[in-house]
């Protein structure tokens, strides 16, 4: 036992063995239980690599279902990547260009069969990370998006939703990547703040109005103005009522267009008249549509300007714009130009900024999913955690519109519709059609766009169990248990597949959906390649060991909408230097492996049996492990991981090592106590590692597989121990097993120890005092409580290390004490003798005055606007932590000083 558990637990050597261990055992496969937790893991790109906030997702899953399979529950975890339609087809684009090739040189099929070498090639990377983190996921279970099955799946959804009359084509305004040369999402749009200008442009009027020649209309894209088909006005602004239904000559084009009033206008905007480009903008489109206008679309699929315009064909936007404003100006008509900051919406691929554009696609009819969808969060059947995020996804389906599936790329679904060129038949089939079922021609081709990856990503819960092919697969696995995913795509993603599971299935996908934080840089900007502040989490586990990372990131999971990661990264070599609070989790780590070392060493002639409360420390301990085990199995079914993980570090690092292992270790020294005390060790060790397990799975398998059996592994009617081959599949400590332990008087008296023996090592601490100093104590409480102080007197003597003990309901404060209120007692430490009085005072006010001085500047400084603008965000962050770090020093300060009073 002992000799077996090397003197410090290395992590890196450690960890690959333990993974090992448990992918031999075949222990991440599911297994017979009562009961289920089926979990589907958020498919990654198959080309991606694990971020900070896969760390985190894939931490609480793997919490969520390592429990669940210690509670004897068929757990199911699937894995499963995403084929990422634009982010591998412009990776296989870019990989081509770099080989002198296009992909329009060797064709859609060639491409096809790129895109699949490159998957074959990078797909494996994000599964090998998850893997190493420690992640209990069935491996020999993976799906992929692109997969035979799934794409049936995907192929069944898209014909019956075409049949149902929940899919149509249509001519509309879509977000374009002129790059990408797709279409993008209203959802995947990503907009940025930018510098620009609001151009007033002057428009001759066909005929005078109140004596005016022209009007002004102001834009931030007078490049569009090439397709202006109407000029529109406030019903709300009466200055304008004269010009309504009048006209103006398009200058450059010579277009006579309209002047209408429509609800789209704010007065306030620029001169209250707005080009209307029905071609180019949503609003522009509404508008259009409300009032017949022409739609003319002046751009290509490149942004580029089309034939017809004379010497601005051919020009990219930017270049239009410039030329367009040229021509305004020399033909006098640009009346002036205003400063105005607005927001652009980009590609969240290329980064390409998106141009509103008229085209044919495909679209989904949300009316009909949107609202059996919005009934199944309201009635509780999905939960949001936290609790928030449910009013995000109520506004959002309340406010859906019709969803365009259709993508201009090759790598993807193809969208399984087919055309006759002969006598015009057109349907969706689940079969490839080659010859014309109404006509008999073979002149037959399939629609060349594919399907948004979003489209084949919410069949994700059930296409993954064997639907539509083998349905009987998901009985008892779904609704799955829990869906773990970030806020940015409560829309994209889990609306979706709420829809479509209720169409389909006629039933939710999960009954908890679970958002954790988004884990931005240590200033709180987003973590990005570019910036060079992202932090990988191979690094981190390179450094700190995955339980470390892994602790680390669930007690960042609180009910904060984002958190700051701890973490230093080298400006110049963008490389981690260090994160401070993931060191801080791996000496939780390396406490858990010392103590557990410690206890091992000591278990001589040990053999199984009950604990039993032979001490007033047995019975706190064995309570405190009964409310711990309900914490922590409660903080893993509410998914309140923050506050769980650090509660289980409170109680094991301070409950259990600090306290009961400290008071209990001379017991093992005497014969009568010794195999009793290791008894009572061993099950609260144990106990706690199946706990912690969950949330450091490396470390907590690492002892398990080192200690001898414990009453846990002992069957009560029979009184034989039979231990579980790892600790992924022993029994979990059931919080109504442990109940029995709750002692609340045992709690209340052995708290009351820890508040007198705390006052006496904090005063030996403050005063600098030696910690074999034997010191006068003197206890005041009420009556009660100086009653079970009594009946523990001689371990307080013990370890208070006391010279005299007085305690008592009405005991008066000693001369030259210090004193320490705590839970209604009051410590009074005698300190004449022991400390030179006036030396200490005089010491305590030239601190206190010290600290004051650099407050004060601290203050100033952090209230100057000049410093707070111009310094750089980690450097004031820095000042207002030793600011707070003073008052709170100066508060203790002047606290030791009423002592001298």
């Not at 050597?13 to 958020?42: F, M, S």
């Not at 329009?104 to 060639?110: A, V």
């Not at 008249?273 to 003319?296: C, R, S, W």
């Not at 299935?505 to 931005?520: A, G, K, M, R, S």
Request: hydrophobic share 40%; glycine share 6%.
């Amino acid at each position: 036992m002992a000799e077996e558990m090397p003197k410090t637990y290395d992590p890196a050597v450690n960890e690959p063995a333990i993974l090992q261990k448990w992918l031999d055992g075949g222990y991440y496969r599911r297994r017979p239980g009562v009961g289920d937790c089926t979990v589907t893991i958020p498919p990654p790109n198959v080309t991606g690599k694990l971020h900070m906030g896969h760390a985190t997702d894939d931490s609480i899953q793997d919490a969520i279902v390592r429990m669940a399979r210690m509670r004897g529950k068929s757990t199911r975890w699937i894995l499963g990547t995403d084929h990422a339609g634009i982010a591998t087809q412009t990776k296989v684009d870019k990989k081509l260009k770099e080989e002198g090739i296009s992909r329009l040189e060797i064709g859609r099929d060639k491409f096809i069969d790129a895109c699949w070498d490159w998957t074959h090639e990078y797909g494996g990377i994000i599964q090998d990370q998850i893997k190493r983190m420690g992640c209990s996921i069935d491996f020999e279970d993976e799906h992929f998006t692109m997969d035979a099955d799934y794409a049936e799946a995907v192929r069944k959804v898209f014909c019956d939703w075409y049949h149902d009359g929940l899919i149509y084509r249509g001519k509309r305004i879509v977000n374009w990547c002129p790059s990408c040369t797709t279409a993008i999402s209203d959802d995947e749009a990503e907009y940025k703040q930018e510098d620009g200008h609001l151009w007033h442009l002057r428009y001759p009027l066909t005929e005078p109005v109140n004596g005016q020649d022209y009007i002004v209309v102001a834009t931030t894209r007078p490049e569009t103005m090439l397709g202006d088909t109407g000029i529109a006005v406030s019903p709300k602004d009466p200055e304008k009522e004269a010009f309504v239904g009048k006209t103006v000559i398009l200058p450059i084009v010579n277009r006579e267009i309209p002047i209408f009033s429509d609800w789209h206008v704010d007065a306030g905007f620029g001169s209250g008249f707005v080009k209307v480009t029905p071609a180019h903008d949503p609003n522009d489109y509404a508008m259009g549509q409300a009032h017949d206008l022409p739609q003319i679309n002046i751009f290509d699929e490149h942004a580029v300007v089309v034939e017809g315009y004379g010497e601005f064909s051919g020009m990219t936007r930017e270049q239009c714009r410039e030329a367009v404003l040229a021509w305004f100006e020399e033909h006098g008509l640009l009346d002036h130009v205003e400063d105005h900051d607005h927001s652009v919406m980009h590609c969240y691929r290329c980064d390409n900024t998106l141009e509103p554009w008229l085209s044919e696609q495909w679209f989904v009819a949300v009316d009909k999913l949107k609202e059996p969808a919005l009934k199944a969060v309201e009635d509780g059947r999905v939960t949001f955690h936290p609790a928030r995020w449910t009013q995000t996804y109520t506004t959002w389906m309340e406010n859906l519109k019709d969803w365009c599936i259709s993508r201009q790329l090759w790598w993807g679904h193809r969208i399984p519709v087919f055309y006759c060129e002969d006598c015009g038949w057109e349907d969706a089939c689940m079969e490839d059609v080659h010859v014309c079922p109404k006509c008999g021609s073979t002149h037959v081709h399939q629609d060349e766009n594919v399907l948004d990856t979003w489209f084949s990503s919410q069949l994700w819960t059930f296409a993954t169990q064997g639907w539509p092919q083998k349905p009987e697969l998901l009985e008892g696995h779904h609704p799955t248990t829990a869906l773990v995913t970030a806020r940015d795509i409560i829309a994209l993603w889990v609306a979706r597949m709420i829809m479509s599971s209720l169409y389909f299935l006629d039933e939710v996908p999960f009954h908890d959906v679970v958002i954790y934080p988004t884990i931005l840089a240590k200033d709180g900007s987003r973590m990005s390649k570019s910036k060079g502040n992202g932090v990988d989490p191979m690094d981190l586990i390179g450094m700190y060991g995955a339980d470390a990372m892994r602790f680390n990131l669930l007690t960042l999971c609180t009910t904060n909408q984002d958190v700051k990661f701890d973490a230093n990264i080298d400006k110049k070599t963008k490389q981690l230097v260090d994160s401070p609070r993931t060191d801080q989790a791996r000496s939780f780590v390396t406490k858990i492996w010392n103590a557990s070392r410690f206890l091992l060493m000591n278990m001589e002639g040990y053999t199984p049996g009950a604990p039993v409360a032979e001490t007033a420390a047995d019975a706190w301990m064995f309570s405190r492990l009964a409310k711990a085990s309900r914490s922590v199995t409660e903080g893993i079914e509410q998914y309140t991981f923050g506050e769980m993980a650090r509660g289980v570090q409170t109680f094991f690092w301070n409950e259990v090592c600090d306290w009961y292992i400290e008071i209990t270790k001379g017991r093992l020294n005497d014969e009568s106590t010794r195999l009793q005390a290791q008894r009572n060790l061993i099950f609260v060790l144990d106990a706690s590692l199946r706990l912690m397990h969950p949330l450091m799975p490396f470390v907590t398998e690492a002892i398990w597989d080192t200690m001898p059996a414990s009453w846990l592994d002992v069957d009560p009617a029979t009184g034989e121990a039979s231990r579980a081959d790892a600790l992924i599949v022993a029994a979990w400590p059931e919080p109504d097993a442990l109940a029995q332990y709750v002692d609340e008087d045992a709690e209340r008296s052995f708290e009351l120890l820890r508040t007198v023996v705390t006052a006496a090592r904090s005063t030996r601490a403050r005063y600098r005092l030696s910690p074999r100093e034997e010191l006068d104590l003197v206890v005041r409480a009420g009556a009660a409580d100086v009653e079970a102080l009594e009946g523990l007197r001689g371990t307080i003597e013990s370890l208070a290390r006391t010279s005299s003990l007085v305690m008592g309901a009405d005991v008066d404060k000693p001369a030259a004490s210090t004193a320490i209120v705590e839970g209604g007692v009051e410590v009074f430490i005698v300190l004449e003798g022991k400390v030179d009085l006036s030396a200490e005072k005089a010491r305590i006010e030239k601190e206190i005055a010290s600290s004051e001085k650099e407050l004060a500047g601290l203050k100033r400084m952090l209230a100057n606007e000049g410093f707070i603008s111009k310094a750089a965000p980690a450097v004031v962050e820095g000042k207002r932590a030793r600011a707070a770090e003073l008052a709170d020093a100066l508060e203790a300060l002047k606290g030791q000083l009423a002592d001298f009073s």
